[in-house]
């Protein structure tokens, strides 16, 4: 790839606004039904965004930029502030996660190709480079928002008839009978 920040800040920007279609359009209840027991609704997966957002990958890029010397895990189960839009309806969660994610527009935005060499050491991964989270960055996104409409299709995928073979790849209910 030609131009990676280009690319991230493309890819990026496009998050928020595949999240409100899906929720201006999908009935509530499709968005938070679990594919299966155990699995991520799409409202468990635009929660998950919105934290990512809000305190793990922007603060991250700041705190390379910042010059830290050693970046501290995310431990999803440590104390902290709740995250309040968790708990609020789908519409007010897009609403959070799409002003985290225009703030932080601003962070990519102001990166340049010299700073994707920055890095910083990760206890766990061991030395990250910026350009490493720049390519995390929208892959995440894609990944949690695929994940999301997958756990959507679940409920039609079964009805398919004939050609429920066609969704082999996506079709939780069949993997889970092998």
């Not at 789908?90 to 102001?110: C, D, K, Q, W």
Request: charged letters at 20%; glycine letters at 6%; one cysteine or more.
């Amino acid at each position: 790839m030609d131009n990676l920040l280009d690319a991230a800040r493309q890819v990026v920007s496009t998050t928020a606004a595949r999240w409100q279609s899906l929720i201006q359009s999908v009935p509530e209840e499709l968005l938070a039904r679990q594919p299966a027991p155990g699995e991520w609704s799409a409202l468990d997966c635009l929660q998950h965004l919105l934290i990512v957002e809000r305190l793990v990958i922007p603060v991250r890029v700041k705190h390379i930029l910042g010059g830290r010397p050693e970046l501290i895990p995310y431990d999803p189960d440590a104390p902290r502030e709740p995250v309040a839009e968790l708990d609020k309806a789908p519409r007010e969660l897009l609403v959070a996660f799409t002003a985290e994610r225009r703030s932080n527009e601003g962070v990519l935005a102001g990166l340049t190709p010299g700073d994707l060499t920055l890095s910083s050491y990760h206890p766990e991964f061991g030395v990250v480079t910026l350009g490493m989270l720049v390519n995390l960055w929208p892959a995440h996104d894609l990944q949690h928002t695929v994940q999301a409409e997958k756990a959507i299709m679940q409920v039609f995928i079964p009805g398919s008839g004939p050609w429920r073979f066609e969704f082999a790849d996506e079709d939780v209910e069949a993997h889970a009978v092998r």
